[in-house]
């Protein structure tokens, strides 16, 4: 969802609309920052309805995976689910494997915000080990990373540091940019004290 929150974590390196992607495909630069207790990004919610309004009712697969993010961290939820459902219809009829995954991924994210929890991590699990399986360790990683917040919000902090960790060493292993280090180390530090709290209560 966008956040105004002031006290979130800010990215060090400032970012412009010539960034590189993610292991998504996702462009980076609407991101902030991290809000340190969601983990949600932070975005600026006029910059992204922006970029939403130059996209329209663009039917590539770039566009339409830009579509279902945009959606999603402005809380237009059921408009998210709807175009993500595409994004993977269209990955799955002229996509590559890595489109498909990257489908698949974004869609599930979509299912977790929207409190689906358990289709959302059985959707990532697949998802992870197909990348694995195919030694695509930046899209595993992305894969992990999801799952890791959709066991934080099930208040699993176990399972979720796990997955965070397991995202971390393949973020290292493959070099990736500093900022996506960032976060997952944000992400860990995170359910480090979810689960420190859970126990001292």
């Known amino acids: 969802m966008a956040s ?3 006290g979130g974590v800010r990215l060090t390196r400032a970012r412009s609309h010539d960034d590189p992607h993610d292991e998504g495909g996702l462009p980076v630069s609407y991101i902030k920052g991290y809000d340190p ?5 932070m975005v600026d919610p006029r910059e992204c309805q ?8 663009q039917r590539s697969l770039p566009a ?4 279902v993010w945009l959606l999603k961290v402005l809380g237009r939820w059921d408009e998210s689910l709807v175009v993500s459902e595409q994004s993977v219809r269209v990955a ?3 996509g590559t494997r890595k489109d498909l995954l990257r489908a698949r ?12 929890y358990a289709a959302a991590h059985q959707e990532l699990t697949t998802c992870a ?3 694995e399986g195919q030694g695509w360790a930046a899209l595993a990683a992305f894969a992990f990373q999801h799952r890791g917040k ?3 919000d099930a208040e699993d902090y176990a399972d979720a540091r796990a997955d965070f960790k397991r995202a971390l060493f393949l973020r290292q292993q493959t070099g990736a940019p500093e900022e996506q280090l960032e976060s997952t180390l944000l992400a860990i530090e995170a359910a480090d004290r979810r689960r420190s709290t859970a126990v001292a209560s």
Request: aromatic fraction near 2%; avoid cysteine.
């Open 105 to 116: 991924i974004l869609h599930a994210s979509v299912l977790q915000v929207r409190g689906a």
């Open 150 to 152: 959709v066991s934080y």
């Open 50 to 57: 922006e970029r939403l309004d130059e996209l329209g009712d």
């Open 129 to 131: 080990e197909e990348a």
């Open 92 to 94: 799955r009829m002229g």
């Open 37 to 41: 207790q969601t983990l949600r990004e």
């Open 4 to 6: 105004g929150h002031t």
């Open 64 to 67: 339409l995976l830009e579509r």
